[in-house]
């Protein structure tokens, strides 16, 4: 992504996170075997900083795209979770590499709110620890990777669904 003469990538990253985020978010916000769990390693909703970057930006938020799994239990929420913190693990090697390259300069208008929280300390390891030990009995590991392979085809269809960088590098809105 930061190889790209223009911005149009990275904002489909953005449309695509936000598109997922907001599937994903709201099933673990304030979710009280999620929250019971994990005590004080409680995950930062993201949710906010993606819209603040689709706002800046001048991006439409695509269709929410339903979550097939429900009810969300305590092994469903694991799930969800393991993939939206291991997403932001990869935003956070995005955001390093927009520092190194300079992308704030080189592509004027672009904002990068997620990058900048998703790159904050957040308990991440502790939090995997925590699910881990609680989702111990093979029928609710069997749920935790139902619903994080859900989450995963959730991704791919916001990608899927996520407008195309024109020839000038910029996602159209």
């Known amino acids: 992504m930061t190889e790209a003469s223009g911005p149009g990538l990275y904002q489909r990253f953005i449309a695509m996170n936000h598109a997922a985020h907001s599937a994903l978010e709201p099933l673990l916000d304030g979710h009280a075997g999620l929250d019971a769990t994990i005590g004080s390693n409680l995950r930062t909703i993201l949710l906010p900083a993606l819209a603040s970057d689709m706002r800046q930006m001048g991006l439409h938020p695509a269709a929410t795209i339903p979550f097939p799994v429900c009810p969300v239990g305590l092994p469903e929420a694991a799930g969800i979770a393991y993939v939206l913190d291991g997403s932001r693990l990869g935003a ?72 195309h960088p024109s020839e000038d590098g910029n996602v159209p809105s």
């Open 92 to 163: 956070r090697f995005i955001h390093r590499d927009f520092l190194a390259c300079g992308l704030a300069r080189r592509w004027p208008g672009i904002s990068t709110a997620y990058l900048e929280a998703a790159a904050l300390a957040d308990g991440f390891r502790d939090r995997m620890n925590d699910l881990s030990v609680a989702i111990c009995a093979a029928p609710s590991r069997a749920r935790a990777l139902a619903a994080a392979n859900a989450a995963f085809a959730l991704f791919e269809a916001a990608i899927a669904g996520s407008p």
